[in-house]
């Protein structure tokens, strides 16, 4: 094994292209182990939560939100684990278009299950940026703020020049404010309108960042 593993860094050395992959998958391997240790500390929080609300007596809904989102966090940590590996499987070119479709008719968490379809088969899929971003975006719908949170804050070391990371800032930005975080929404809506893409929200970054300025003072 170990001499398996020293021809493999040596094929590497003369291969820079192979040099190249293996720093990604090392890079890739290193957010999963991050990903999955945040993921199962915020699984027990809400087992810790979800215990604490059967003996307060809370009502119905509160306990269902917090299932709901457990649900959420436990799909999110099954498609961490898949999505960072390489590409295996060939990929249907509907399925991404069919999340679209279901993301369009606000059927958010149908979009939220094909988009991680498609991603499963790793980030060199044509459109994994996209994906990736509008999984997001269908959780930021459902005020599943904090996981859209996090994948929109994953996007930059994994997609690094998308476009759509933009888009993510911006809507950092957005929960940011609602949470009452000025300084750190400010600071989002000022990327948003730097940046140097045509970007849709550039506009409404501006008069938020203008709107919170002045409120500020």
């Given at each position: 094994m170990m001499l398996m593993s020293h021809l493999g860094l040596l094929g590497c050395q003369h291969n820079p292209q192979a040099h190249k992959e293996h720093d990604s998958l090392s890079q890739s391997f290193r957010l999963l182990k991050?990903?999955?240790?945040?993921?199962?500390?915020?699984v027990q929080d809400l087992k810790t939560q979800l215990q604490l609300s059967e003996r307060r007596s809370w009502t119905a809904a509160a306990p269902k939100q917090l299932t709901e989102t457990a649900v959420a966090i436990t799909d999110k940590t099954i498609t961490s684990n898949n999505t960072l590996m390489s590409p295996?499987?060939?990929?249907?070119p509907k399925l991404y278009h069919h999340a679209v479709k279901m993301l369009n008719k606000k059927?958010?968490?149908?979009?939220?299950?094909?988009?991680?379809?498609?991603?499963?088969?790793?980030?060199?899929?044509?459109?994994?940026?996209e994906a990736y971003h509008l999984r997001a975006y269908a959780?930021?719908?459902?005020?599943?703020?904090?996981?859209?949170?996090?994948e929109w804050s994953e996007m930059p070391g994994?997609?690094?020049?998308?476009p759509k990371v933009i888009d993510g800032f911006y809507y950092m930005g957005r929960i940011?404010?609602?949470?009452?975080?000025?300084?750190?929404?400010?600071?989002?809506?000022?990327?948003?309108?730097?940046?140097?893409?045509?970007?849709?929200?550039?506009?409404q970054a501006k008069r938020a960042y203008a709107a919170l300025t002045k409120r500020a003072k």
């Amino acid at each position: 094994m170990m001499l398996m593993s020293h021809l493999g860094l040596l094929g590497c050395q003369h291969n820079p292209q192979a040099h190249k992959e293996h720093d990604s998958l090392s890079q890739s391997f290193r957010l999963l182990k991050g990903e999955n240790a945040r993921l199962k500390l915020q699984v027990q929080d809400l087992k810790t939560q979800l215990q604490l609300s059967e003996r307060r007596s809370w009502t119905a809904a509160a306990p269902k939100q917090l299932t709901e989102t457990a649900v959420a966090i436990t799909d999110k940590t099954i498609t961490s684990n898949n999505t960072l590996m390489s590409p295996q499987q060939p990929v249907d070119p509907k399925l991404y278009h069919h999340a679209v479709k279901m993301l369009n008719k606000k059927e958010y968490r149908k979009a939220i299950v094909d988009f991680s379809k498609y991603l499963a088969n790793g980030l060199k899929v044509s459109k994994a940026g996209e994906a990736y971003h509008l999984r997001a975006y269908a959780r930021y719908r459902l005020k599943n703020f904090q996981a859209a949170y996090d994948e929109w804050s994953e996007m930059p070391g994994l997609f690094p020049g998308h476009p759509k990371v933009i888009d993510g800032f911006y809507y950092m930005g957005r929960i940011h404010e609602t949470r009452g975080n000025i300084a750190d929404a400010l600071q989002f809506y000022e990327q948003v309108r730097q940046s140097n893409s045509q970007n849709r929200h550039k506009k409404q970054a501006k008069r938020a960042y203008a709107a919170l300025t002045k409120r500020a003072k």
